[in-house]
């Protein structure tokens, strides 16, 4: 899989200081945590932030980026008051694994004008949850596409709404034409529980793809 | 001069001119590999020698605990781009190190899995 960037870490850890004992941070993480990453990925208004809430320890927080300066990549603000800016909001949660890991849940824009910030978002995500809503299926195709041209491992939530049509796994799997290897489930991400298995199964699925991939 | 019509401070030119304005204009990292997980720690809180903006003081105290450039970003209310220029102000100065994420192994997402079986 086409996922992390090989030697960084320890190509970074060596550029700077390394004389940090492992006491020196409070908060109980040690130095040497890992920080891991998951997206939550779906149509706009399908329930992705309600599931980075249901099970993160925090309170989900949001970030921002700028369109201008990463389409343009400019390096200076000269003619910036020329320029059109677009904000885009990322929101997130984090879960602390153990002291030496922790996960990072970010929810995609749900709007396609900002596809230009999921590449920053899927660099070094081990997986992602498509959260599906059967009444406007189709509003998961875009994010199902982009996992698939990138080989990022998915699961596909069917999220419950009231009132939305009672599909079987079968008849969703068919609608999204997604291979027979990929999980669906149908979950109702309000419930921490039921967030906490749409993970379980992800995760599970990135292990049983990278253990095929490496033969 | 008392032209309405041309007004500096209008609602195009805010967003992007204000948050920019704590990294004196500069919109691009020096250090690429800075992405929303990437950790920062504190190594040195030493900010008297440091004359720059507060925002550095800000990350200096919370990067105590491994904090992510994302956390950074959302607690100081600063666009994503901003953060990873005054990070990489701080690397340079070796106040701060970062831990970039790897590529996973086996082990690893093992880990991941058994973490989240655990919450």
Excluded at chain 1, 110 to 125: H, I, K, P
Excluded at chain 1, 132 to 156: G, H, Q
Excluded at chain 2, 14 to 34: I, K, N, S
Excluded at chain 2, 41 to 52: A, E, F, N
Aim: charged share 25%; proline share 5%.
């Amino acid at each position: 899989m086409a996922i992390g960037r090989p030697d960084s870490a320890s190509r970074r850890v060596a550029r700077g200081v390394t004389t940090v004992e492992p006491d020196h941070v409070s908060g109980g993480l040690d130095v040497s945590v890992t920080a891991v990453k998951l997206l939550i990925a779906g149509g706009f208004g399908v329930g992705k932030t309600t599931m980075v809430g249901s099970i993160s320890e925090i309170t989900p927080l949001r970030t921002e980026e700028l369109l201008t300066e990463l389409s343009v990549g400019v390096d200076d603000l000269a003619g910036v008051e020329r320029k059109t800016t677009t904000t885009v909001a990322l929101d997130f949660g984090r879960i602390t694994l153990s002291r030496h890991l922790v996960l990072y849940l970010f929810g995609t824009p749900g709007q396609d004008r900002f596809w230009f910030m999921w590449n920053e978002l899927s660099n070094g995500a081990l997986g992602a949850v498509v959260l599906a809503d059967t009444r406007r299926l189709d509003t998961c195709f875009p994010s199902i596409d982009f996992f698939e041209r990138r080989n990022i491992p998915f699961v596909i939530g069917v999220n419950r709404f009231d009132g939305s049509p009672a599909y079987t796994v079968d008849e969703v799997r068919h609608a999204l034409d997604v291979d027979d290897v990929v999980p669906i489930l149908v979950c109702d991400v309000r419930r921490r529980e039921s967030s906490k298995s749409l993970l379980v199964a992800l995760t599970e699925h990135v292990i049983e793809r990278s253990t095929v991939s490496m033969g | 001069m008392s032209d309405d019509d041309d007004h500096w401070f209008d609602e195009e030119a805010g967003p992007l001119v204000r948050p920019y304005a704590v990294t004196g204009g500069r919109t691009r990292a020096v250090h690429p590999e800075l992405d929303l997980i990437t950790l920062v720690v504190t190594l040195q809180l030493d900010i008297r020698s440091w004359p720059g903006e507060p925002e550095y003081e800000s990350i200096l105290r919370m990067c105590r605990a491994p904090t992510s450039v994302a956390e950074i970003s959302a607690a100081l209310k600063l666009p994503l781009g901003v953060v990873k220029v005054l990070v990489g102000d701080l690397i340079e100065r070796h106040q701060v190190m970062v831990r970039s994420s790897r590529a996973p192994d086996t082990t690893m997402l093992q880990a991941v899995l058994e973490g989240i079986r655990r919450i």
